[in-house]
């Protein structure tokens, strides 16, 4: 791995990660107040709708003509690498 650097207050570059990974790490077993939960399920649901509904206009069907294209290439180009 590359050097480490010293951050202004002293610590290195790998304790401030190791900081934030415990961080992280401990948010997943903390538990969301209700609000935030049920906040949370209402964007989901509407980006679902979003994504239903847009399907049918003609940006939604570009956007999906992009993205198996994209499929397509990847099969395509792993295929060539065998």
Known sequence: ???????????????????????????????LPLEVTEKAKCHILDALAAAVSGSNLKAGQLALKYVKNLGERKKLKSQLQE
């Open 1 to 31: 791995m590359g050097r480490l650097r010293m951050q202004k207050n002293g610590s290195s570059t790998s304790d401030v990660i190791s900081e934030v990974s415990a961080y992280i790490a401990r948010g997943a077993e903390a538990e």
